[in-house]
């Protein structure tokens, strides 16, 4: 029997030739995506979580995935910069794609104070009218459209979105675990909050070091770092979602500062009572690592394109194993 996750391409952004090197080397041999199916297929994973490859049609892709006995979780970006999304759409459902994630913004650490022209409620209600639009059409292709707490949006958004967008069947939720914490959540508490929404599952795991603007979020293979992944997938497989594939995931190269001891960090959040905070730091005083403990990737430190390779695989296959165990 497959492992019953997918292998996601963000999680080997290198390999796959969507980030150089810190000096801006790239890949001189990046995989391919009939390639990233195959390492799927011989992981023993039960699919794929990727962008829709320019260079093969919807059909090559289905039969691709169909020779290997993969199942595919479409990724988009963000759902108000993207272009041609309804042709995108389609060819995700003639590719036999279930789920297409998008993101709301390109925000990261929870730092909306970034987010320029018009700030975080003006994207807010320009996403909701440009989900509205795009839900009919996913109904009718049989798609639910699943949005993600890339680091942005709080459980307040989500909640938002889906009364705006008229709490539509084809409306829903990818839970990245470890992005609850880049604005102040607790993930199995998010993962409670959110479960009836949740359509896909990005399984991140991070460490957590102490700062003094708040907190480090580093990369490190599932199991390895703070996420409760046992107890939020119990949550989620029982939201009465058939198509769930969680995709394992390997947060991005570059450490995530939250600088949420920072006032004006919070000038772009609607008002919270402190103790909705206490699960967070909770996680970050009980499994929280020094501030002087060293951290960094290959990436950061500025290795090469083998080095940086291989720990991306490195990183993939741990956390494999750890869902292989679970």
Request: negative net charge.
């Amino acid at each position: 029997m497959p492992i019953p996750f997918a292998l996601t391409a963000y999680a080997l952004p290198h390999v796959l030739g969507y980030l150089p090197t810190k000096d801006g080397t790239p890949n001189p041999d990046p995989l391919s995506p009939l390639g990233l199916l195959d390492a799927a297929k011989a992981r023993n994973l039960a699919g794929v979580d990727i962008p829709l490859p320019a260079d093969l049609s919807a059909e090559a892709l289905r039969d691709a995935l169909a020779e290997r006995g993969l199942r595919l979780v479409v990724e988009a970006m963000s759902v108000l910069e993207m272009e041609n999304t309804d042709a995108y759409l389609r060819k995700a459902a003639i590719a036999g794609a279930r789920v297409v994630r998008f993101t709301l913004s390109g925000i990261l650490c929870g730092d909306r104070r970034k987010l320029r022209p018009g700030g975080w409620w003006t994207r807010r209600d320009a996403l909701a009218k440009r989900i509205a639009e795009l839900l009919p059409l996913a109904a009718d292709l049989g798609l639910s459209l699943a949005f993600e707490n890339h680091q942005d949006a709080d459980l307040s958004d989500f909640f938002w979105l889906h009364e705006k967008t008229g709490e539509h069947s084809a409306f829903g939720v990818c839970l990245d675990a470890g992005n609850p914490l880049a604005v102040g959540e607790d993930p199995v508490q998010t993962a409670q909050a959110l479960a009836p929404l949740i359509r896909h599952v990005h399984c991140k795991d991070y460490t957590m070091h102490v700062a003094p603007e708040g907190y480090h979020l580093v990369r490190c293979a599932a199991g390895a770092g703070v996420v409760d992944f046992p107890r939020i997938l119990e949550i989620v497989k029982n939201n009465g979602f058939t198509d769930l594939l969680p995709g394992i995931e390997i947060a991005a190269q570059a450490t995530r500062t939250i600088p949420l001891l920072e006032a004006s960090w919070w000038a772009e959040y609607p008002e919270r009572d402190v103790r909705t905070l206490i699960p967070a730091l909770q996680i970050l005083w009980g499994k929280g690592r020094s501030a002087t403990e060293p951290y960094s990737s290959a990436w950061e430190r500025g290795e090469n394109s083998e080095v940086v390779r291989a720990e991306e695989w490195r990183l993939l296959d741990e956390s494999i194993a750890y869902f292989g165990r679970l």
